[in-house]
């Protein structure tokens, strides 16, 4: 659970073997390029990998394949990429083209089919076109313009107004007609319709090789990115250059390759004012933290990995927020169904303990709460027995979600302290956890009458805002250490307002507690009221009822769930925004290979 330590690598060699390094560094994917023709751009793979990917969903898309070719020595990926796309190019300017004439027809319509006279015959005066509503037509009428009223219907009438220049003060924006004649328009669209049929036939017959293509895809992105990367490497008539950033564990094996393939090979460490990838490193079960927290930021190389907490703190915030074991009984069975499938990718792999993290700890958080559908089981039962909390106490609820979101704050602070060298960049920090934490205990020894807590509060704030005030610029001038503390200090109303808003979790579980309450009340009522046929209406009130009540849950733990991290969390406990690590290698775990 930490951030991997990058180090600059270089190779040179001679210009024929470049391809060969190439090649092979792609294979062990552990170098991220670093461009050469411009230091500060990055190498990035996937403006390169795209167009395989769009001919292949170009061809799926088509409703009838032919017969697959499965003689691989007739197949070139290149070539058949190439012809889709300029099919595909071809096909939506035609589409384009034939969706204006319609519009452009449609227009002219209420004008009728006919040509335009020359400027030469109109003695340089031009016809403008408007559709006015019958109520406007008087602006018109009162207006020096001269115009004709050429048609009528129940909401407009069509006028034309000769004049040299667009005429202003008009009521209505003008018609664009063009200078096409109706007859010519139509006769164009005809043809556009032809051609369309033609293309879609190329298209059709391009669908033969759709499943060696899909099979060929992870070569065709490879070599992409293969050419793409040779344009960021330093090459002259004789001799090229590569540099990149590459983990410290990956040392050995570069500098071993490098001696058996001669190529010149040396490593240093990052130097202060580098900015090198950030390469997050957790068990395979908290991997999907790295996906949690790169979903809004990557965290700066010199920070700290907040993976580990994004995780678990997800978690519980979703099951909260849930607040119902038969909902979470449900997504259960859904990921057992899906269990299976999502085994098949990398990417399904990587979030499977996530899901079955969310899903039991929404269960035990549901049973706790005692709500099963919004039902409450009885006292007697062994889910009553369990039912320790209740969802519908708002002092306790509240006071949970403060301390949660108390103790996520501080945990942000108390990590970003540890990760920082020098004492003195600790001490802001550890200020703002005594200031919020005397907070707490001085807002508790009012509300519970504990006398005992006021003295201690009081202290731990001022300590803190001491440590704020005079550490948060401590290398500046005292004047403007000074003042920089002052304004650090301001975040104050940030810290409550950050706390507080910890308080979604309660409110948003007693929401979704409460609509699955009335839902059963509602179906319940139709079913006292209306017997016989009023049990098909029950049921369709709690099956339509909780089902939007789960998508709500679910969309709301997702969202408030990653908000209460990447913004609150993520504010006070990383200072530093970085670059994610995306090594140069080969495709894997492709999307269209499943």
Known sequence: MSIVTMHKVTFIGITADRERLLTDLQQMGCVQIISLSDQNAEFAETAHTAGAREALLFLQAYP??????????????????????AVRNRLRDLEDERDFLLKRIQDSRPWGDFVLPSLQQMNEHRLWFYAVPHKDLAKIEASAAVWE????DNRFCY???????EPLGMPVPRIHLGSKSRHELEARLDEVEFIIEDVQAERAYLTRWHDLFKHDL???????????????LYTNDSAFALQGWAPAESLVALEGYA???????????SKPEDNPPTLMRNPS??????????????????????????????????????????????????????????????SGRRFRPLML?????????????????????????????????????????????????????????AMNAYRCEQWQDKLPSIGWIGVICGGFALAISRSISALDLQTPGIALMVIGAVFVVGFTAPREKPLARFAQGMLGLTKLSGALGDVLSYLRLFALGLASGSLAVEFNNMASGVYESYPGIGLFFALLILILGHAV????GITSGVIHGLRLNVIEFFNWGLKEEGTLYKPFKKAEDNLWNR
């Open 64 to 85: 009838q394949r032919r017969r697959q070719v499965v003689d691989k020595q007739r197949f070139n990926a290149i070539k058949v990429q190439q012809q889709t796309l």
């Open 149 to 152: 009223v050429i048609r009528r």
């Open 159 to 165: 006028v034309i107004v000769v004049d040299k220049e």
């Open 357 to 413: 993290s969310v899903v039991m700890t929404s269960l035990v958080f549901g049973v706790l709460v005692g709500s099963y559908f919004g039902i409450t089981p009885s006292d007697g039962s062994w889910p009553g027995k369990l039912h320790v909390l209740e969802i519908s106490d708002t002092e306790r609820m509240m006071m949970l979600s403060v301390v949660i979101g108390i103790f996520h704050i501080v945990l942000a602070n």
């Open 549 to 552: 009540n789960l998508l709500l």
């Open 259 to 269: 001696k058996i393939q001669a190529f010149h090979f040396a490593a240093e460490a």
């Open 285 to 346: 079960w908290l991997a999907a933290g790295e996906d949690l927290v790169t979903f809004y930021m990557t965290p700066g190389y010199r920070t700290w990995d907040p993976s580990a907490v994004t995780f678990v703190s997800f978690v519980i915030f979703f099951a909260m927020i849930l607040s119902d074991a038969g909902y979470a009984t449900l997504m259960a069975l859904v990921l057992l169904g899906l269990w299976k499938k999502m085994g098949g990718s990398y």
């Open 218 to 232: 992870n070569q065709l992105e490879d070599r992409a990115v293969c050419e793409s990367a040779a344009a960021h």
